[in-house]
């Protein structure tokens, strides 16, 4: 443990460039603009769905509750649609200061993470690129390996994924880029 902490500042620093980045790319720049389309006739659509008052958390729409999928009826419910798997967010506008610490701390756990990782494979005097391709790759991995199974499995749109995917490798060419610069001798 005291071995991963003489690596704080590559930590510390690269978990704030990529917090920097990260919000560049989502905030000044119209990289992500397009992750979620509007539905058809909106305002009708939230007008018929308020009355129920969905509770935030994840939904599948149509659930199979008795978990058989192969059920003639769950099949007619898939076959009518509309088939959804949605996030309910809180109403009102949500708290970006508790979003941006969370966010802030997965940054500094990948981090940490990815130090435990290098300090294991890259020994101390390393030159710069041979912890760059190491640490890059353990980086990239956490930030951008997760998404896949959103598009697999949950059918989320394959050209936000891939959006994100590259989100990941600058993400990681930053974190690699930080910790080669800060490598002990």
Same mark, same amino acid.
């Given at each position: 443990?005291?071995?991963?902490?003489?690596?704080?500042?590559?930590?510390?620093?690269?978990?704030?460039?990529?917090?920097?980045?990260?919000? =560049?790319?989502?905030?000044?720049? !119209?990289?992500?603009?397009?992750?979620?389309?509007?539905?058809?006739?909106?305002?009708?659509?939230?007008?018929? +769905?308020?009355?129920?008052?969905? !509770?935030?958390?994840?939904?599948?729409?149509?659930?199979?509750?008795?978990?058989?999928?192969?059920?003639? @009826?769950?099949? &007619?419910?898939? @076959?009518?649609?509309?088939?959804?798997?949605?996030?309910?967010?809180?109403?009102?506008?949500?708290?970006?200061? +508790?979003?941006?610490?969370?966010?802030?701390?997965?940054?500094? =756990?990948?981090?940490?993470?990815?130090?435990?990782? &290098?300090?294991? &494979? =890259?020994?101390?005097? #390393?030159?710069?690129?041979?912890?760059?391709?190491?640490?890059?790759? =353990?980086?990239?991995?956490?930030?951008? &390996?997760?998404?896949?199974?959103?598009?697999?499995?949950?059918?989320?749109?394959?050209?936000?994924?891939?959006?994100?995917?590259?989100?990941? +490798? +600058?993400?990681?060419?930053? #974190?690699?880029?930080?910790?080669?610069?800060?490598?002990? @001798?």
């Amino acid at each position: 443990m005291s071995a991963v902490l003489s690596l704080w500042l590559p930590i510390l620093l690269s978990a704030v460039f990529v917090f920097i980045l990260s919000g =560049v790319l989502h905030m000044a720049l !119209p990289w992500h603009k397009n992750d979620y389309r509007p539905v058809p006739d909106e305002d009708k659509v939230r007008d018929a +769905l308020r009355p129920f008052d969905v !509770p935030p958390g994840d939904y599948m729409l149509p659930a199979c509750n008795d978990g058989n999928y192969n059920s003639p @009826e769950f099949k &007619a419910k898939l @076959e009518a649609g509309p088939n959804w798997i949605v996030t309910v967010l809180p109403k009102g506008q949500g708290a970006m200061g +508790l979003t941006f610490v969370q966010w802030l701390i997965f940054l500094l =756990v990948v981090s940490f993470f990815t130090a435990y990782v &290098a300090l294991h &494979a =890259v020994p101390a005097g #390393t030159h710069y690129l041979g912890v760059f391709r190491i640490v890059g790759t =353990v980086a990239f991995l956490a930030y951008a &390996a997760a998404q896949w199974p959103q598009s697999i499995w949950m059918r989320k749109s394959w050209c936000s994924t891939v959006r994100f995917t590259i989100d990941g +490798l +600058l993400y990681g060419l930053v #974190t690699a880029g930080t910790f080669a610069w800060l490598w002990p @001798e």
